[in-house]
C-alpha cells in the first residue's frame, strides 16, 4: 500500500445520495468536490439514469480523477424521473426511490467498504438529500450517522416546516380563490407571504393528496437527522435561520456552493502548484457553447438571459406569450429551450398552431440566441448579461445572486413561489411575476427590469453579490461553516439536529 492509499485508509468516507433531479445532484456534486478538497473520501449514489446522463453530457469522470477518494455509484435502473410534474408523480418517484433505494442501501451499508472495488475504508457517514428519509431509516439500522443535505432555499424550507401551523390554524387548505390573502402563520414572513407565495404543493383542496403529503412528511422528518446542511448565507437569510435554528440547532450554511467551490479550487490550485482547469459541468444535457461567443458580441450590460431551469414544462401557448413579450420589449435576449420545455396537456392543444409566426423568427434572429441548454454559470457572468428571467430555482437564484444578476422571476413549482417573493419584496433584487405570463405584462416587466429600474436594481443585487462573496471568503459565514463541517465528518462527532 503506498502512501496515498494509507492516507485514504484513514480518512472518513461519506456516501452522498442526492435526490435524482439536476438541481439536487448539481449542488450535491458541488458539496462532493468541496469535501474531496479536504480529503475526505466520497461515494456519490446517483440514480441510474442520471448517472448515464452524466456520464455522457458533464465532465464529471474527468474532474473526478484527481480525487484518487472519489466514487460514483448508482443505484439499478427503474426509476422514472420525467414525470415528477404530473400529479401523483412526486409520490410516484417516492415510491420507487424507496423500493429500489431501500434494499441497495442495506447491502451497500453491508459491506465492510461502501466502494466499486477501489480500496476505500467503511463507510463513516451518509450526507442525504433532505427529501430521502429512506437513507435515515437504512442508516439508523446500521447506527451511521445521518446529516441531511436541503437544496432549496432556507425560507422554503421554513415555509414547508411551518405547514403544521398553517393547517392547525385554518390557513391551510385556502378557502375561496383570493390567492392574494395573507399567510400570517409562517414565523418571519408575516405581513409579506401571500397564498400565492407559498409552495406550490400548498395549492390543494384535498390534504390527503399524495405529493402534498409526501414532501410534507419528508420535510418534518428533519430533527431526526445528525445536521442540516444548507446551500445559502447568513447574510442572506439570516432571519429565517434563526428560526430553522429552534428545531435544527446543528445548522451548517455553507453556500452559494459553486462559487465556494470556484474559490477553494482556485487557492488549492496555487498552493499545489498545479494547473488545474476550473471548468465544472454537472450538466445532464449537452451544453452549447454557441451562446458564449454570441453573448461576446453584445454591447455591455444589453443582454435578457431566460432559463426556465431542468424541470419546468410549459404549454405551446404560453411560449407564445413569453416569445411575444419579449420581443416586444426589444430587448436582445438569450434563450434556454430545453427539448422536453414544451409539452402540450392534451391533443387539442398538441394539434394547435405549431408554426412560429415570421414576425418572432425574424426578431429573434436580429437580436436574440437560443440554444437547448447553456453553460448557465458562465452566461451569468458575462459582462453582457443585465438580467435573468428565471423560474426562481434556488440554484439559477444564488447563481444570479453572486454574479449581481437582478431576475425577472416566473415561478413554476415548489420552492419557486417563495423564492421569487423573497426576490422581489425582501431582497428587492427583482421582480416577482407570479402567476402570468400574458404577453403584454411580460413585456413592460422586462422594460421595468432592463431600463426603466434597471440601474437600481443592479445598485442592489451588486450590494448583495458583495455579502455572497463576502460569506465565501476565509472567515466569512460560509468558509467558516464549511470548515466546521469538514471537522465534525473527520472526528465523527455532530451536536445533533
Ligand atoms: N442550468 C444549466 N443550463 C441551462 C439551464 C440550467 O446549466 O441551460 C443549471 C443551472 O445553472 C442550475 C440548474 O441547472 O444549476 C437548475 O437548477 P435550479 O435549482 O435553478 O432549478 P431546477 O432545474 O431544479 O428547477
Redesign the pocket.
Known sequence: MDQVQQQQQLSPHVLIFPFP????V??MLKLSELLCLAGINITFLASYNIHNRLLRHSNVISRFSKYPGFNLEHLPDGINENNIHTPGGVMELYTALRSIGRPFLTELLSKDSGDGGKNMPPLTCIIADGILSVALDVAQEFGLPVLYFR?ISALAFWAYFCIPQLIEAGELPFSGNDMDLPIVNVKGMEGFLRRRDLPSFCRVDDLTNPDFNSLLNETLQTPRAKGLILNTFEDLEGPILSHIRTHCPNLYTIGPL?AHLKTRLQVHTLNSNSDSSSYS???L?E?DRSCINWLDKQPYKSVLYV??????IITREKLWEFWHGIVNSGVRFLW?I?PDLIRAWNDELESSNKSTPMQLEEATKERGHM???????E?LAHPAVAGFL????????L?SIVEGVPMLCWP?FAD?QPNSRFVGEVWKIGLDMKDTCDRRIVEKMIRDLMVERKDELLHRADHMAKLARKSIEKGGSSFCNLERLIDDIKSAYFNGC
Not at 21 to 24: C, F, K, L
Not at 371 to 377: F, M
Not at 390 to 397: K, L, Y
Request: glycine content about 8%; charged content about 10%.
Open positions: 433531479a439536476q438541481g439536487h448539481n449542488s437544496t459553486h459541468s454537472n450538466s444535457w451544453e432559463s426556465f431551469g431542468s424541470i419546468t434556454v430545453r440554444v437547448e441548454w447553456a453553460p448557465q454559470e452566461v428565471t423560474h426562481s430555482g434556488w440554484n439559477s437564484t447563481e413554476y419557486q
